[in-house]
């Protein structure tokens, strides 16, 4: 796969679907809470929420889509609520992965792997290998994923395999050493349940990215709320640091 652009090196060239869709599925508790149900209740009905979404993705001809399942911060939750997340992610990668692949879905993972269980780390294995040449829609999920573990994780590879004597790092040298230096930076972030915050997301890659925040709780949130945010991300301007009259001379980027 050819190297993708950065948007603080070079102007990418804007397409009318988002190429990459980044989302942080939040509200899956209070859903729950509202209905006098447990959490995980709404964690389970948050996974019939990235079925219709990886779908509607898929449809639309969006390249890559970008689910925040877990932060390394959420193993400060109640540790019953730990272990019921992660036997959901068991059952759904059990269940699912079989399906994507079916539907030619690359399916690829992302964070820190080590904290969990071996059983996890070897589901994870076996289905990103088994949909590593699908050419359809790129599926990443962010599993004890956290922004600043990625910037890290990614310096220190460059510590280890970089001759001491090769001068400051370059903005491309780091890139490659992220987990997602394979993907193009988000076009479109989408944060559902009503907070206005990234959580230690892509704290690198969403540079650039139109942010849209929905009161919208993730276990409600279904194709029509995703052509929603796409019509908001439709109405946007990318400039990336150019004026808006640089934009009506020159609608394809100029470097
Ligand atoms: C998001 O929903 C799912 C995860 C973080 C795993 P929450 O569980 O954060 O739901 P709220 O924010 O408490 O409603
Ligand atoms: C962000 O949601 C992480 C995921 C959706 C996986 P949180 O619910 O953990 O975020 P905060 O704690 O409200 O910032
Ligand atoms: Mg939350």
Known sequence: MSKPTSSTIAIPSIGDVPRHIAVIMDGNGRWARARHLPRVA?????????????????????????????????????????????????????????????????????????????????????????????????????????GRWDILQAVNRLLAERPADSGPVREEELAACLSMSEVPEPDLFIRTGGEQRIS???????????????DTLWPDFDAAALDVAIASYHRRERRFGRTSEQLAQHPVPQQ
Request: glycine share 4%; charged share 25%; aromatic share 10%.
């Open 42 to 146: 709404g964690h389970r009905q948050g996974v019939e929420s990235v079925r219709a979404v990886v779908k509607a993705c898929a449809e639309r001809g969006v390249e890559y889509l970008t689910l925040f399942a877990f932060s390394s911060e959420n193993w400060r939750r109640p540790q019953e609520e730990v272990s019921l997340l992660m036997e959901l992610f068991v059952r759904a990668l059990q269940m699912e992965v079989k399906k994507l692949h079916k539907n030619a879905i690359r399916f690829r993972v992302i964070g820190d792997l080590a904290s969990f269980s071996e059983r996890i780390q070897n589901l994870v294995a076996e289905s990103v290998a088994l949909t590593r040449d699908n050419r359809g829609l790129t599926l990443t999920v962010a599993a004890n994923y956290g």
């Open 200 to 214: 230690n997301f892509l704290l690198w890659q969403l540079a650039y990215t139109e942010l849209y925040f929905t």
